[in-house]
């Protein structure tokens, strides 16, 4: 017996604004539609970077390497994209783009 390969999950695009050096990191809030990440690191060698990717996952609660970065290496204005695995990613991206106290790492 053969079996139908599953689609694969969905995946949300998701416009970030990255604020280094701040000092605590925090997801929530937005500048124009875009989400903001704010992160202790440097924006040096990507660090502030990979902190942020870091960061929104563990506050939409999905794992680190379902977070991509699409656009913006080097520009505090990012594009990611995120594997909604369980179907909850939109709802939990919407809910921290309303929020003014953010959500903690």
């Known amino acids: 017996m053969v079996r139908a390969a599953s689609p694969p999950p969905p995946v949300v695009t998701v416009s970030i604004r ?18 903001v990440v704010r992160v202790t690191e440097a924006a040096v060698d990507g660090r502030a970077t990979e902190a942020a990717l870091r960061a929104l996952a563990r506050a939409l609660g999905v794992p680190h390497h379902d977070v991509v970065l699409r656009s913006g290496v080097a520009s505090r204005d990012k594009v990611v994209g995120i594997v909604d695995r369980n179907g909850r990613v939109t709802e939990r991206v919407m809910a921290l783009l309303g929020s003014t106290s953010g959500s903690y790492e």
Do not use: F, Q
Request: glycine share 16%.
């Open 18 to 35: 990255v604020n280094p050096n701040s000092s605590r990191t925090a997801v929530g809030g937005r500048r124009g539609e875009a989400l």
